[in-house]
């Protein structure tokens, strides 16, 4: 079972009281994007093995978005932070390459 | 490749079974193929078996990392059904359907297809509209089913809750010859026949990486070294990201765990299938007695093949609800394996950003039923560089063009 700690209330809680809201960071196309670039930002997915960055909402507690990281191949956390920072904080990303060497990061 | 018939087990019963020849041969890699297959799963065996019988094309190697039908072809529920609604989905769902029916006979061997028939139960107001609506455009399509009431629903499977407390059984929708069939037969069966056409399935034959040339697929790299393709077929189900990353595009595709599991052997209860897709639970029998037990998938990216246990619970729960004779039954094993999930539920049989290289992916919670049509539809992709008119509704251009197959609203939760 994952268990990811919002980060807005600090609660330490298990998938069944979260909602999953799938990649995190996407880059939404604007209004003059061509299709391919808006069929990349709806469609095209990186769904890597590894480290990846999430939204998930405390839906049955505080309500609110949230990002996590984590790894697809392990299930492990490497941290979460409000859905409204725009890209990972610096220290979640030094701690993720410690541990993920080949990790090749956001592009 | 020697023919199975009742005559053989009569001669090698008489010898002890010592004469038996390895079921699909185990060759070395050579360093170049006309097409290269990447995934020993279902859908790349009959891909290749369709390009040997359909189109003549027999330099071909499936390779597997790890062993042959290990994928979710081994890990799934086998349920077969071709009761659609849309109109892409009934036409190659329903050829692999029809091409089930004669497979242990085309193949020579014994993939026990079971047409005992697959009932998806209404439970709601909401659900059992969508069924009739599916039973008429079904009716269109030339796909035989019915919607049928609760008192048949009780004549097929006397056990069941008709007035569950929650979720009272409506009616249900009815396909007669849906059913199961043996998933590993059914990959060995096509690894024997491509073997038989002289083709190479190698396992424990990981791809790490993809190489081109102008713009075209030259190569693959493997834990076996670099092997050189005319034409690449990417058939890797929940791998198909990873794949399409080597190859330098994208998917429209998420991996998630599904979950599955099995009780202790009982005597004979259920000889239909029944599907329960509001209480999201779905239970069949299998010849050996067990009660073949599936569910949700998980709503969040995963590549461990180990499901969430809420799961679990919620399948679990359904069915003690629409059948409490099993409420004491004991769980035997669970497992789960990695599936390939698209937006619109329909799967990718495509042509992709790089010439040569084509993908067969996307079939996600549901796909062990399309193996044969799957094949033949892809076989021909690969052959012509074209799609068939099975394959063509399912191309990658169709999210881009908004032209999506919704089967999200039709196929629940399930399979
Ligand atoms: C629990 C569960 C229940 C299901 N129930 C049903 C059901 O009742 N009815 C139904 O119709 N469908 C069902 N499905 C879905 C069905 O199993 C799949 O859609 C289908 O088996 C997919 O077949 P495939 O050949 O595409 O993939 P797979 O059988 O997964 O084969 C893909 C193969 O590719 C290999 N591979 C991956 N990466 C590489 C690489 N880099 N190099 C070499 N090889 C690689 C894998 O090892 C694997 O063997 C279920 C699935 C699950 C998990
Ligand atoms: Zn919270």
């Not at chain 2, 330099?59 to 979710?72: I, Y």
């Not at chain 2, 056990?159 to 409506?170: E, S």
């Not at chain 2, 209480?279 to 599936?294: A, F, N, P, R, T």
Request: glycine fraction near 12%; include cysteine; hydrophobic fraction near 40%.
């Amino acid at each position: 079972m994952l268990i990811l700690t919002c980060p807005h209330c600090g609660i330490a809680a298990d998938e069944t009281e979260l909602a999953p809201g799938g990649e995190a960071h996407l880059k939404r196309a604007g209004p003059e994007a061509s299709d391919v670039e808006f069929e990349a930002y709806m469609f095209a997915r990186r769904n890597p093995l590894g480290v990846h960055f999430e939204r998930w909402r405390h839906a049955m507690g505080c309500g609110k978005w949230f990002i996590a990281a984590r790894a697809t191949d392990t299930l492990e956390v490497f941290g979460t932070y409000p859905a409204r920072t725009e890209a990972p904080p610096a220290d979640l990303v030094r701690r993720i390459r410690r541990k993920r060497p080949e990790w090749e990061g956001l592009p | 490749m020697r023919r199975y018939s009742a005559w053989a087990i009569l001669r090698e019963g008489l010898r002890l079974h010592r004469g038996w020849p390895r079921v699909w041969e185990n060759p070395e890699t050579r360093a170049a193929y006309d097409v290269v297959i990447v995934g020993a799963g279902g859908h790349g065996l009959a891909t290749a078996y369709y390009l040997g019988k359909n189109h003549g094309i027999t330099d071909v190697a499936v390779l597997e990392k790890g062993w042959l039908g290990g994928g979710n072809t081994g890990r799934n529920t086998t349920i077969i059904r071709s009761n659609y609604l849309q109109d892409p989905s009934a036409a190659i769902y329903e050829k692999a359907r029809s091409l089930y029916e004669t497979m242990s006979r085309d193949l020579n061997m014994n993939v026990m297809f079971s047409p005992r028939g697959v009932m998806m139960l209404a439970q709601t107001e909401h659900e059992k509209r969508g069924y009739l609506r599916i039973a008429e455009a079904n009716a269109l399509q030339g796909v035989s089913t019915e919607f049928i009431s609760p008192r048949r629903v009780r004549e097929l499977v006397p056990m069941i809750n008709i007035h569950g407390p929650r979720y009272p059984v409506l009616g249900a929708l009815w396909q007669p010859r849906g059913g199961t069939a043996r998933h590993d037969a059914v990959a060995w069966a096509y690894a024997r026949a491509c073997s038989g056409m002289g083709m190479h399935v190698i396992q424990q034959c990981e791809v790490t990486g993809i190489e081109s040339r102008g713009g075209r697929v030259s190569a693959v790299n493997t834990s076996r070294g670099t092997i050189r393709c005319n034409r690449l077929a990417l058939v890797v189900a929940g791998h198909s990201g990873r794949l399409a990353e080597m190859a330098g595009f994208r998917l429209p595709i998420e991996s998630v765990a599904l979950q599955a599991l099995v009780s202790e052997p009982v005597k004979p209860m259920l000889d239909v299938v029944v599907m329960a897709n509001t209480v999201h639970g779905y239970i069949s029998q299998s010849d050996k007695g067990e009660l073949v037990i599936g569910g949700g998938a998980d709503g969040f990216n995963n590549y461990t093949q180990r499901g969430s246990f809420h799961h679990i619970e919620e399948t679990v729960r359904a069915l003690c609800e629409t059948f409490p004779a099993i409420g004491r039954l004991r769980m035997m094993r669970q497992w789960g394996g990695i599936v390939d999930m698209t937006g619109d539920r329909s799967p990718i049989l495509s042509k992709t950003p790089l010439a040569g290289c084509y993908v067969n992916c996307g079939w996600g919670t549901g796909g062990f039923k399309a193996i044969p049509g799957s094949g033949w539809a892809m076989a021909e992709l690969v052959a012509n560089d074209a799609p068939g008119p099975l394959a063509a509704p399912f191309s990658l251009s169709r999210f881009r063009e908004g032209r999506f197959i919704d089967e999200s609203v039709a196929a629940g939760v399930a399979h």
